[in-house]
């Protein structure tokens, strides 16, 4: 059984950094995209990016291009989503989702989840 | 852009009643279509992909159907512990998510 265990939640100051990981177990973790999704207080699921650890490149949202970061180390079965110059609108849970097809990052759905990290912007 | 549109943003249901929601592609998608469940303070569960297949898992009364560019999640006979928020999400490409459709019961 896949389990994702992400890191616990952070308050950050506005305009600072923040970078959230995500420890697979329980499955083959480099041939699987690991994806980031967002939401806010409240309000709907966004796609973030992702990547797939074994190619090591990552596809992002037009949206966070140039303000995320996504990576992953296979060694410890590890991805991380850094987001800079945070805004007070950046305060959501933060979730890492598996990709449920094999070697896709867009193309692809989601059927194991990770508990969620709450990331607090507040000055 | 491709929009994802989900409608009722709401809806409340009896017991035993059969629910329709509905998701719209402002362009076609094929069958590139997922639908997930979140509870209250859960994380979301995957339900259906490729418009219409079941999950492992999930119960027979969750079907999904459409393609191109209308879609639609049915629960045949609403249950209590089907209160949730309803999420489509296309993934012909970059993956978008519909804005949700809230169920409670009445």
């Known amino acids: 059984q896949v389990q994702l265990v992400q890191s616990g939640a952070e308050v950050k100051k506005p305009g600072s950094s923040v970078k959230v990981s995500c420890k697979a177990s329980?499955?083959?973790?480099?041939?699987?995209?690991i994806s980031w999704v967002r939401q806010a207080p409240g309000q709907g699921l966004e796609w973030m990016g992702g990547?797939?650890?074994?190619?090591?490149?990552?596809n992002y949202a037009q949206k966070f291009q140039g303000r995320v970061t996504i990576t992953a180390d296979e060694s410890t079965s590890t991805a991380y989503m850094e987001l800079s110059s945070l805004r007070s609108e950046d305060t959501a849970v933060y979730y890492c989702?598996?990709?449920?097809?094999?070697?896709?990052?867009?193309?692809?759905?989601?059927?194991?989840w990770g508990q969620g990290t709450l990331v607090t912007v507040s000055s | 852009d491709i929009q994802m549109t989900q409608s009722p943003s709401s809806l409340s249901a009896s017991v035993g009643d059969r629910v329709t929601i509905t998701c719209r592609a402002s362009?076609?998608?094929?069958?590139?279509l997922a639908w997930y469940q979140q509870k209250p303070g859960k994380v979301p569960k995957l339900l259906i992909y490729?418009?219409?297949t079941l999950q492992s898992g999930v119960p027979s009364r969750f079907s999904g159907s459409g393609s191109g560019t209308d879609f639609t999640l049915t629960i045949s006979s609403l249950q209590p512990e089907d209160v949730a928020t309803y999420y489509c999400?296309?993934?012909?490409?970059?993956?978008?998510f519909g804005g949700g459709t809230k169920v409670e019961i009445k």
């Open positions: 362009q076609g998608i094929s069958n590139y």
């Open positions: 989702a598996r990709g449920r097809l094999r070697f896709l990052v867009e193309g692809n759905y989601f059927d194991y």
């Open positions: 490729a418009a219409s």
């Open positions: 990547i797939i650890p074994i190619f090591g490149t990552a």
């Open positions: 999400q296309k993934y012909n490409s970059a993956p978008l």
């Open positions: 329980g499955g083959t973790f480099s041939s699987y995209a």
